[in-house]
């Protein structure tokens, strides 16, 4: 299965260097560029990608205006956003997340980051990893949303179970690690992992970690 990929940037530049990067990989295609928000939201309904590398600061329209609308749209319920930044300004990674966004990457990381940053959020799990960028998402997922239902109201509807895999999970934790520790298969912590997407309304992992840490289930810093 090819991961198709929409480029948001705009420096053509670097939307350049994605492209030769992403188009030399036998699993993945450059489907097309965008260089400010507004294309990429109607390119993104034209191609419909599985993932949207995207940019926060553009020119226009910016990148968190365009994950939202993105996220929104029932029609690319199958297309994630995978966020790029200069850590520079948390909050507005936090405002994608919360929009909807699978994750977010650092512009210094290395090819092989990159690419296994695409094919991570294109599989629906979060971008958690490595350490320093999982410290940066606690730091701004720990603080509530003021829109947020009450952590003990929302959390209510999952089994003790659920919530045992969910806190795992949003330490960075994979289903197979999950699974070790509980003693049961990954299909198993696949399954735990879905029904409390489905029962919390998240998009996907990215935002199921999100509900963790603003509920209170994972403090800030907790070890994996």
């Known amino acids: 299965m090819t991961i198709r990929v929409l480029l948001a940037d705009d420096q053509a530049l670097l939307r350049?260097?994605?492209?030769?990067?992403?188009d030399a990989e036998e699993d993945m295609e450059v489907v097309g560029e965008a260089a400010d928000g507004r294309e990429a939201v109607e390119l993104a309904r034209a191609t419909k990608?599985?993932?949207?590398?995207?940019?926060?600061r553009m020119p226009g329209a910016d990148g968190l205006g365009a994950t939202a609308e993105i996220c929104a749209d029932e029609e690319l319920s199958g297309t994630r956003v995978l966020i790029l930044t200069t850590f520079e300004i948390d909050e507005y990674v936090a405002q994608a997340l919360r929009a909807g966004a699978g994750g977010f990457l650092g512009k210094g990381a290395d090819p092989k980051e990159l690419l296994a940053a695409v094919r991570?959020?294109?599989?629906?799990?979060?971008?958690?990893?490595?350490a320093a960028t999982r410290a940066v998402i606690e730091q701004f997922l720990a603080q509530p949303d003021p829109a947020a239902v009450a952590p003990s109201e929302r959390l209510?509807?999952?089994?003790a179970r659920e919530r045992?895999?969910?806190s795992m999970a949003a330490t960075g934790l994979t289903n197979?690690?999950?699974?070790?520790?509980?003693?049961?298969?990954p299909f198993t912590v696949r399954t735990h992992v879905h029904r409390a997407m489905a029962k919390l309304d998240a998009r996907?992992?990215?935002?199921?970690?999100?509900?963790?840490y603003q509920s209170g289930l994972v403090p800030p810093g907790r070890p994996s």
């Open 120 to 130: 991570t959020v294109a599989a629906g799990d979060a971008l958690l990893s490595p």
């Open 176 to 185: 197979e690690e999950i699974a070790e520790r509980m003693f049961v298969s």
């Open 156 to 159: 209510s509807v999952l089994t």
């Open 204 to 212: 996907d992992r990215a935002q199921l970690v999100a509900i963790a």
């Open 49 to 56: 990608p599985d993932i949207v590398l995207m940019d926060i």
């Open 16 to 22: 350049g260097a994605f492209r030769m990067l992403i």
């Open 164 to 166: 045992e895999v969910m």
